[in-house]
Each structure stands twice: as structure tokens, then as C-alpha cells.
């Protein structure tokens, strides 16, 4: 049987950090988070500039941060799966961090940091009791982060919301996240030790 080369976590001829993937997988969340509010303006979903804005970011950030813990839960020793997770999340913070000024007014140096990362935390606690395959989470996963949106929507929206994001924002980013990971970790190695404990900002 030939031996799959994972050559993608390469780079220079050296193997890529953990901190690395992170950080790739981190921009690309951002990139589809602020892509997901242009569809959901498309869609008459109010999502204004401030605090709207920043919520609805900040929780698809997050939810793609747990996809993707679970992708690494298959292909990552858990060792690995460990530290890309926990440097995914907070090189996120930082994302979050440093574009503060364009989600919302002044705010205090670290709030937006640290805010990110409670999200992700209470999130995690949330989505845990639901399991995700090679399609993409399942129905309570997708429905969980619906939930979640759902709170930071004007009134008029809170009804609609579930679909739009359960059937068109989660796949959208799920296939694109789910395509570069696949292409960062390679083979990988398959169903480490599964544990899910949370990121601290310190």
C-alpha cells in the first residue's frame, strides 16, 4: 500500500506549525464571515454596522473554529489537534482584535480579544453534545449556531433566521474551510483521544 505524502504541511521544505495552519485557517473564517453578512443583507436581513455587525462575526468565527477542531479531531494526533485549536482561537481574537475599529466604536485595548474568546468558549459548550462527519455538522450543530445568531437579530428576522443560516451561511463556510484543511493536514492521522476543553485568553 502506498504511503499518502502529506505534502501541503510543508512549506520550504520544512513542516508547517500548528500556529501556521492556525493563522491560514483563521483568515480565511474572517474572509467568510464578512462574506456570509453580504449574503445575509442580500437575503433583507438586517445586520448594521456596531455591535449587529460585531456579533454576527464574532459567532461565525466561532463556529467555524469548532468545525474545524472537530476535522482535526480526525486528522491530527491529539497533541496537534490541541495546539492548532488553541492557536486557532486565539490567533482569531486577534483578528477580531485588530479590526475592532471597523466592527465597532472605541472600545477598551484586549475587550474584543478577550470577548471572542468567551464566545468561543460558551459555544464550544454548546455545539459538544452534537457530532459532525465528512458532510459537514449535523442538523443540531447547524441549528445550535442558528440559535446563537439568532440572538444578536432585530425582532422582524429572529423567525427567519434559522434557515438562512442553517442551510445556506453554515455550508458556505463548512465547504470552504472543510477544502483547506483537508488540503493543510493531508491524511493525517486517524481518531486521536477526543477532548474539547476550553481557551483561555491568558
Not at 113 to 135: I, M, P
Not at 144 to 152: I, P, Q, T
Request: net charge neutral; aromatic share 10%.
Amino acid at each position: 500500500m502506498a504511503v499518502r505524502i502529506r505534502k501541503r504541511f510543508h512549506a520550504g521544505g520544512r513542516e508547517r506549525t500548528m500556529a501556521e495552519l492556525a493563522s491560514a485557517i483563521a483568515a480565511l473564517s474572517w474572509k467568510l464571515a464578512v462574506d456570509s453578512i453580504k449574503r445575509m443583507r442580500e437575503a433583507q436581513f438586517d445586520i448594521d454596522i456596531g455591535r449587529p455587525y460585531f456579533d454576527y462575526v464574532v459567532e461565525t468565527m466561532a463556529f467555524h473554529a469548532h468545525y474545524a477542531d472537530r476535522v482535526a479531531f480526525d486528522k491530527l494526533t491529539p497533541g496537534q489537534r490541541g495546539e492548532f485549536t488553541t492557536a486557532l482561537a486565539k490567533r482569531m481574537a486577534e483578528f477580531i482584535e485588530d479590526n475592532s475599529g471597523m466592527l465597532l466604536a472605541a472600545t477598551e485595548p484586549g475587550a474584543c480579544r478577550r470577548h471572542f474568546l468567551e464566545v468561543f468558549n460558551a459555544a464550544g459548550a454548546d455545539y459538544a453534545e452534537y457530532s459532525c462527519d465528512e458532510k459537514g455538522p449535523d442538523f443540531g450543530f447547524r441549528r445550535a449556531y442558528a440559535s446563537r445568531v439568532r440572538e444578536g437579530m432585530p425582532e422582524k428576522d429572529k423567525t427567519w433566521v434559522y434557515d438562512q443560516v442553517m442551510e445556506i451561511e453554515a455550508p458556505e463556510g463548512v465547504r470552504a474551510i472543510r477544502k483547506t484543511l483537508d488540503g493543510l493536514f493531508g491524511g493525517g492521522e486517524e481518531k486521536p483521544r477526543r477532548s474539547r476543553e476550553g481557551v483561555s485568553g491568558e
